[in-house]
């Protein structure tokens, strides 16, 4: 497995919610077997005598209490998810799952909870000796301090978790951030791609689905062994089946059965879009959920949703931040089409201004969310902005002659 795999199957694992709690889990019994064998290594007659009893009591109440308070946790976290699903976009509910916040309260009471439950066990078979109990007793008193302010901060976290308007940050940061990072390799440490599909052997996956990651270094090397370029022809998000040609190599020679097997591992497919992999997929989500907000009678949401469409454009794309190449050349032998940025705003645009009509407020604000872009972005961006501005403008003038 190549390191760009490892590192995307670690970044997938980090974002899913179980995965906190579970190394938590894992560092609470390890806390646990280090004060069984504390005796072995710990003086004895210095250490305080902790009472068993008193310790066992203090563990039996400290574990069905953690378990109450993760089933509730876990409750209103399902809540929340059901409510995002159905007032906002299904989309989003990915964006609360890794929510830090989130995953850290969960996190102190699971562990809190295993911890406790295998310290009675222990206790109870006589793992324990002075020395081990007084480390128990001192990692108990660490484990309740950490689960309080984690309680604290899960506290504030609800104060926000569900909230619209919170959702709606929480995917512009997250938009935002990917975007950025995507424009800091616009060619994808390759050289740049020519603009027509190029002369060549075109290559091919077997499998559909949305393109989550290529292994670029596999992809260079074969290019090198056969002394020869290749040209990418598809980004992360896109939609990529066997009839599609993901690349094409620059040479009229035909790949051996191994060489394929290289090709097809270099593309990783998956059955759903992803908020870290395609800096395109956020706005396809903002305006998923301005539509929908309009479709419910709330065109607050759906203004907000507009805003943070045009501050993630404007804040990323303005004059001399988006460079046009890469500043570092990782792969020499490939070449990588830049982002189409007008792409960003063609694509949602009839979305934005599907349940429009009836809204003129609304209106308004994607009229001078269009403008805005178009007066910070340079180039092909501040040309689709203006596009758009004016097919609105010929449908609001087309929808007035039909109402006279």
């Known amino acids: 497995m190549s390191i760009s795999k490892i590192c995307t199957f670690w970044s997938r694992c980090t974002r899913r919610l179980w995965f906190y709690p579970a190394v938590c889990s894992v560092i609470s019994i390890l806390a646990v077997l280090f004060a069984a064998f504390a005796d072995t290594f710990l003086p004895r007659d210095t250490a305080p005598l902790v009472d068993k009893d008193m310790l066992q009591g203090l563990l039996t109440f400290i574990a069905p209490t953690m378990l109450t308070i993760s089933t509730f946790s876990l409750s209103i976290l399902y809540a929340t998810f059901s409510f995002t699903s159905s007032h906002t976009s299904p989309r989003a509910t990915d964006v609360l799952i890794s929510d830090g916040r989130a995953?850290?309260?969960i996190s102190a009471f699971v562990a809190a909870f295993i911890f406790s439950l295998v310290a009675i066990i222990a206790l109870g078979l006589g793992y324990y000796g002075a020395t081990g109990r007084l480390v128990l007793l001192l990692e108990t008193v660490v484990m309740l301090t950490f689960v309080l302010l984690a309680f604290l901060r899960w506290l504030r976290t609800l104060s926000l978790f569900g909230k619209l308007d919170y959702i709606v940050e929480r995917l512009e940061n997250v938009t935002s951030s990917v975007m950025r990072?995507?424009?800091?390799?616009?060619?994808?440490?390759?050289r740049p791609g020519p603009e027509d599909t190029p002369a060549g052997t075109p290559l091919h996956v077997q499998g559909t689905g949305y393109l989550q990651e290529m292994d670029l270094g596999a992809l260079n090397t074969l290019a090198d062994e056969l002394d020869t370029s290749l040209h990418l022809l598809v980004r992360s998000g896109q939609r990529v089946h066997p009839a599609l040609p993901v690349a094409v190599l620059a040479t009229s020679s035909r790949l051996t059965e191994k060489q394929q097997q290289i090709v097809s591992r270099a593309f990783t497919l998956g059955q759903r879009q992803n908020f870290t992999l395609d800096p395109s997929f956020g706005l396809r989500v903002l305006a998923d959920i301005s539509q929908r907000s309009l479709g419910k009678n709330d065109p607050g949401t759906a203004m907000h949703a507009v805003d943070a469409v045009g501050r993630i454009l404007i804040d990323n794309f303005s004059e001399g931040l988006a460079p046009e190449v890469d500043r570092s050349l990782r792969y020499p032998r490939l070449t990588a089409r830049p982002l189409q940025t007008r792409r960003?705003?063609?694509?949602?645009?009839p979305l934005l201004t599907r349940n429009a009509a009836d809204w003129p407020e609304?209106?308004?604000?994607?009229r001078e969310m269009l403008a805005a872009v178009a007066e910070n972005c340079p180039g092909p961006l501040a040309d689709a902005a203006r596009a758009c501005l004016r097919a609105h403008a010929a449908a609001d003038a087309a929808k007035t002659g039909a109402a006279q």
Do not use: M, S, V
Request: net charge negative.
């Open 181 to 190: 990072k995507h424009l800091q390799r616009p060619t994808l440490g390759c």
């Open 103 to 105: 995953n850290e309260a």
């Open 344 to 349: 960003f705003l063609e694509d949602i645009f």
């Open 362 to 366: 609304f209106t308004a604000c994607l």
